[in-house]
């Protein structure tokens, strides 16, 4: 069964730093780009990041580049999200998923994980 | 950078036809793709390539792109088809991943 799950989603104050994780199963991890998308509460789907199968090219929302990080480590089917200088627009659910070789629409997603910003 | 519109909402009676457009500039150039989003759920891939649906994913659910709007059309509407519907375009001018504002099917 193609699986992603999300974790690390917790509450952060303003400035501080989280690290995101999403674990795939069931497909063949290093052929697929992966990517984050977030969704504010009570608003749309917004894309954050993508990085390729190999991870050797990434891409960058313009609010969040040069604060967060995509990397993963196709050795244990797992990419990561590095988030610094957290502010408050960045509270969100954060889903990962994935992008076939060829596509580029996101198929499969995980279930998602809350971030919150806050004092 | 490039921009999708969606209407807010659309309402529709169940046996209906919905029509939800996504416009943006010279659309038509681009590849669109559909995703469905219950309240409280991951989104889910109904149309991609336009027009093609994932395994899974109803005959009653289709796509189009032409000129500057791409539509998703739901037939024969049903109460579980209520749900937020977005489209989505890769934008390889800026190497970006763009998303429509979202619409709410209305189920009536």
């Known amino acids: 069964e193609v699986q992603l799950l999300e974790s690390g989603g917790d509450l952060v104050q303003p400035g501080g730093s989280l690290r995101l994780s999403c674990a795939a199963s069931g497909f063949t991890f290093s052929s697929y780009a992966m990517t984050w998308v977030r969704q504010a509460p009570g608003k749309g789907l917004q894309w954050v990041s993508t990085i390729s199968g190999s991870g050797g090219t990434t891409f960058y929302e313009d609010s969040v580049k040069g604060r967060f990080t995509i990397s993963r480590d196709n050795s244990k089917n797992t990419m990561y999200l590095q988030m610094n200088s957290l502010r408050d627009e960045d509270t969100a659910v954060y889903y990962c998923?994935?992008?076939?070789?060829?596509?580029?629409?996101?198929?499969?997603w995980g279930q998602g994980t809350l971030v919150t910003v806050s004092s | 950078s490039y921009v999708l519109t969606q209407p807010p909402s659309v309402s529709v009676a169940p046996g209906k036809t919905a029509k939800i457009t996504c416009g943006g500039n010279?659309?038509?150039?681009?590849?669109v793709h559909w995703y469905q989003q219950k309240p409280g759920q991951a989104p889910v891939l109904v149309i991609y390539?336009?027009?093609d649906r994932p395994s899974g994913i109803p005959e009653r659910f289709s796509g189009s792109n032409s000129g500057n709007t791409a539509t998703l059309t739901i037939s024969r509407v049903e109460a579980g088809d209520e749900a937020d519907y977005f489209c989505q375009v890769w934008d390889s001018t800026a190497d970006h991943y763009v998303f429509g504002s979202g619409t709410m099917l209305t189920v009536l």
């Open positions: 390539y336009d027009d």
């Open positions: 998923a994935g992008i076939a070789s060829g596509a580029n629409w996101f198929d499969p």
């Open positions: 010279n659309i038509e150039s681009k590849t």
